[in-house]
């Protein structure tokens, strides 16, 4: 049995052991929402790493980088308030279930601190995060073992492409690439407002969403709606100052989820797409990424 085992289920015990209590959590501001929505990360990634997940025991001389024994977090908090992603821990023992949580929830912030709520019994739940830069950093003691998280904040990729888009905005695609277990993506679109006078943009029920196709088709072999998911709850209005931008996030999504059993591994297209009222559908395509189901 390997040495970091002891630590690794001492952690995912105290979860089960921890209190979670919501109360005294406020809700979010639209500033708060947009200043701190987007896709936070602690994973293996093509090129680097996204932040550090460490455990440390209290009891013994054993402390543990986490992402190198394969752990990841991918999190996307969004502007409505709501969260998407997973949160990975392998135990890399035989018998032992690896540590696989869906981040589907909530958040909130009390006092410049990000709370998380979700119904994975995760120690997340009970570790208040505070923002520093562009990272999301949480430490905090559950049972004899210390955890500490920094999640950066994932500069999405794509090609900076800019184009013409509804109002007067100009917009841009870009897709985030987490290589955790499997991948796992997030889109994101962002509107600039170009000209010398603010310009009001209006979102519908929907911000942006995922479409899988295969090179060279047109039709869409996957789409994040069918998978029930709106990363909002209602319309909104924004107005946004000359110069200035506002961008948009899809939910977190699994190469896994996407490829189902229905489709293969291999190389597909992803494209970002959203509604703005009075102007239809708005769908560019972001990239190309390799998904696979177990890797």
Same mark, same amino acid.
């Given at each position: 049995?390997?040495?970091?085992?002891?630590? =690794?289920?001492?952690?995912?015990?105290?979860?089960?052991?921890?209190?979670?209590?919501?109360? %005294?959590?406020?809700?979010?501001?639209?500033?708060?929402?947009?200043?701190?929505?987007?896709?936070?990360?602690?994973?293996? +990634? /093509? %090129?680097?790493?996204?932040?550090?997940?460490?455990?440390?025991? @209290?009891?013994? /001389?054993?402390?543990?980088?986490? !992402?190198?024994?394969?752990?990841? !977090?991918?999190?996307?908090?969004?502007?409505?308030?709501?969260?998407?992603?997973? $949160?990975?821990? *392998?135990?890399?023992?035989?018998?032992?279930?690896?540590?696989?949580? /869906?981040? =589907?929830?909530?958040?909130?912030?009390?006092?410049?601190?990000?709370?998380?709520?979700?119904?994975?019994?995760?120690?997340?739940?009970?570790?208040? $995060?505070?923002?520093?830069? /562009?990272?999301?950093?949480?430490?905090?003691?559950f049972g004899g073992v210390r955890v500490r998280l920094e999640l950066e904040r994932v500069t999405t990729q794509g090609d900076g492409n800019v184009a013409p888009g509804p109002g007067g905005f100009e917009i841009a695609v870009d897709v985030a690439v987490m290589e955790s277990f499997p991948v796992q993506?997030?889109?994101?679109?962002?509107?600039?407002?170009?000209?010398?006078?603010?310009?009001?943009?209006?979102?519908?029920?929907?911000? *942006?969403?995922?479409?899988?196709?295969? *090179?060279g088709e047109d039709t869409p072999v996957w789409d994040q709606l069918e998978e029930g998911a709106c990363a909002m709850l209602q319309p909104r209005t924004d107005v946004v100052e000359p110069g200035a931008s506002i961008r948009f996030q899809t939910p977190v999504v699994s190469a896994a989820d996407i490829? @189902?059993?229905?489709? *293969?591994?291999?190389?597909? !297209?992803?494209?970002?797409? $959203?509604?703005?009222?009075?102007?239809?559908?708005?769908?560019?395509? +972001?990239?190309?990424?390799?998904?696979?189901?177990?890797?």
């Open positions: 049995m390997q040495r970091f085992l002891p630590v =690794t289920m001492a952690l995912l015990a105290a979860a089960a052991l921890a209190a979670c209590d919501g109360s %005294g959590t406020s809700p979010l501001t639209p500033e708060e929402g947009l200043a701190v929505s987007g896709t936070w990360a602690a994973s293996p +990634a /093509d %090129g680097g790493e996204f932040g550090t997940i460490t455990f440390q025991a @209290d009891t013994a /001389d054993i402390s543990r980088d986490m !992402i190198a024994e394969g752990a990841s !977090i991918v999190l996307g908090l969004h502007p409505d308030g709501t969260t998407s992603g997973r $949160f990975f821990i *392998p135990v890399n023992v035989d018998g032992v279930p690896d540590f696989d949580a /869906d981040l =589907t929830g909530t958040w909130s912030i009390e006092d410049g601190v990000v709370h998380l709520d979700h119904e994975a019994d995760t120690f997340l739940r009970d570790m208040p $995060f505070e923002l520093d830069g /562009d990272r999301l950093v949480g430490d905090e003691q993506l997030a889109g994101s679109m962002t509107f600039t407002n170009p000209g010398s006078e603010e310009r009001t943009l209006q979102t519908d029920v929907c911000w *942006p969403l995922l479409r899988a196709y295969r *090179p490829l @189902d059993d229905e489709l *293969p591994d291999g190389t597909y !297209i992803i494209t970002v797409y $959203f509604q703005v009222m009075g102007e239809g559908e708005i769908e560019r395509e +972001a990239g190309e990424v390799e998904l696979h189901k177990f890797r």
